[in-house]
């Protein structure tokens, strides 16, 4: 099995932090936010990962390979144009559709608990097309889920937008996604003749005929280490638990 971290990111959130260095190798309580996911992927057994790239790339492409000399790397270039989600996976589609099993999606900068194994076996269980990790947590963007918890819509409490797919729809589920997605090779099929382009938005047209499927994992923790207040409530979090994670 296969994975891509999205670490395409220009990190203007983090700014001062990213003036020198890319938002992957910010630090977490001494650690690169880019090594918490790489330690998730190999404790599931994947050591195939490509990783996109943007500013200054060149720092990972020259990092990862001498911490990891076990893992086999595949960079993805997106210095000339940002490819947005769904952009930086098709672009990617030769070397992860080329075994023919489903791949992990992972942002770089979440960090979790949550059982990546478990993830894989339930999409592979559920014979889904995708299956989005998601949690019961206040944002501002929602994916909404049916009762069977198949992707039905969108929307965003900022702005009121709001996209739903089936109007008969009832009990509709307001998850917030986790940035770590599970997704089956076909998916290249479906995707538009586009360069860049939302997996979100695909996920929203492809939802009436393709399963798309929550995985929701409330009982894990997670944070978004795109800000610099989370990266402290993630530190003193993981300094209180002297979690694993630190002793890497």
Known sequence: MKALILAAGKGTRLKPLTDNIPKA??????IPMIDYVIKNLINAGINNI?????????????????????VNFYFSDENDKLLDTGGAIKKLSAFLRNDNKP???????????????????????????????????????????N??????????????????????????????????QVISPDIFENMPDKEVFSVIDLYLKLATYLKITAYIHNNDFWFDLGKKETIQEAEKFLFTINNKLLNM
């Open 25 to 30: 190798l910010v630090p977490v309580a001494g």
């Open 50 to 70: 490509a990783v996109n790239l943007h500013h200054l790339g060149n720092y990972i492409k020259n990092y990862l390979p001498q911490k990891y000399p076990k």
């Open 103 to 145: 791949f992990i999606v992972h942002n770089v900068d979440i960090l979790t608990n949550l059982n990546l194994t478990d993830l894989i076996n339930f999409h592979i269980k559920s014979n889904n097309t995708v299956t989005i990790a998601v949690k019961n947590r206040n944002t501002s963007r929602y994916l909404l889920f």
């Open 147 to 180: 009762n069977n918890n198949l992707l039905c819509g969108w929307e965003n409490n900022k702005t009121n937008e709001k996209i739903l797919l089936d109007n008969k729809t009832n009990n509709i589920k307001k998850l917030a996604f986790s940035g770590i």
